[in-house]
T-cell receptor, first 115, second 113 residues
């Protein structure tokens, strides 16, 4: 069990640029989640995948955001035309369907700063 | 709808003193409750979870929490604080059949030497 990994750990970009983050879940986990955490707040749910199907998107996820999980393994989160308000920590988590009360295991996060 | 309230965004305790971090939840269905800890620039690590079994839940690093349905509370305690406990702590709620967690705003614990 190597845990959830995320890449990059830090990203600085200029307003208007596109960015893409990657998440590799725990290998046998079929559920994958993205959360966003702004300074001084708890994580907020963005989206959820079961295998390769994206089953829910939060209203927080504007049209500039897109997430994929093409083969049911790793996932990417892309933000187009970044805005300063997108600056946050983006957390990925995974869980095993039917596992112990669906405990979610979190990665280290990608911290995004939009200048 | 589910929600979590963490009272006290900052808590300071002396090393060796009791730690008490408060969490109250709102849920129309039996909840699952979780405490996570976050160290600076890191992700969230699970401390403990309540899943309708024993109401007193023991977790890692000497932490425990008690589920009190009548008070809709799930407070986190540790008998004796250690310097390494300084971190941010998040309470979260979910329920059977749901998959997303609803987190509180967090409590930053400071341990004084």
């Amino acid at each position: 069990d190597t845990g959830v990994s995320q890449d990059p750990r830090h990203k600085i970009t200029k307003r208007g640029q596109n960015v893409t983050f990657r998440c590799d879940p725990i290998s046998e986990h079929n559920r994958l989640y993205w959360y966003r955490q702004t300074l001084g707040q708890g994580p907020e749910f963005l989206t959820y995948f079961q295998n390769e199907a994206q089953l829910e998107k939060s209203r927080l996820l504007s049209d500039r955001f897109s997430a994929e999980r093409p083969k049911g393994s790793f996932s990417t989160l892309e933000i187009q035309r970044t805005e300063q308000g997108d600056s946050a920590m983006y957390l990925c988590a995974s869980s095993l369907e039917g596992g112990t009360q669906e405990t979610q295991y979190f990665g280290p996060g990608t911290r995004l700063l939009v200048l | 709808a589910q929600s979590v309230t963490q009272l006290g965004s900052h808590v300071s305790v002396s090393e060796g003193a009791l730690v008490l971090l408060r969490c109250n939840y709102s849920s129309s269905v039996p909840p699952y409750l979780f405490w996570y800890v976050q160290y600076p620039n890191q992700g969230l690590q699970l401390l403990l979870k309540y899943t309708s079994a024993a109401t007193l839940v023991k977790g890692i690093n000497g932490f425990e929490a008690e589920f009190k349905k009548s008070e809709t509370s799930f407070h986190l305690t540790k008998p004796s604080a250690h310097m390494r406990d300084a971190a941010e702590y998040f309470c979260a709620v979910s329920s059977s059949g749901t998959y997303k967690y609803i987190f509180g705003t967090g409590t930053r614990l400071k341990v004084l030497a």
